[in-house]
């Protein structure tokens, strides 16, 4: 009797990955150099001449951002601490900028562009 109330299973067809990723220097700085990236309350700001400023976890972020090969490599300085010089990896979906850390193996962060 409870086979008979089962629905089929239908194969559900995978979405493709919205993310696009972002290699290209030039195509990066037309995507965001000099425009607001935010994620809740933390914001971020890839200056056309290479620093990177913005708020993150509360403290004000101060750094450089260059590119080697196909990543994002930044130097900064959060608050009073000097982070790693983290590269990191660039993906877009038409709207938002998702950053992947550590080489592209670390967490992720979704930023809108503004």
């Not at 089929?8 to 290209?24: E, K």
């Not at 400023?53 to 196909?70: A, K, M, S």
Request: neutral net charge; hydrophobic residues 35%.
């Amino acid at each position: 009797l409870l086979a008979a109330c089962e629905a089929p299973v239908v194969p559900v067809a995978l979405r493709p990955d919205p993310w696009r990723p972002v290699t290209d220097p030039g195509r990066f700085y037309d995507l965001v150099a000099g425009r607001r990236l935010s994620a809740g309350e933390d914001h971020l700001v890839f200056f056309n001449d290479g620093r990177l400023g913005g708020f993150y976890d509360g403290q004000v972020l101060e750094g450089r951002w260059r590119w080697d090969g196909d990543r994002l490599c930044r130097p900064a300085r959060l608050g009073t601490r000097t982070l790693y010089p983290d590269c990191q990896l660039m993906a877009w979906d038409g709207e938002r900028l998702r950053v992947t850390r550590e080489e592209g193996r670390g967490s992720r962060v979704v930023y809108a562009i503004e």
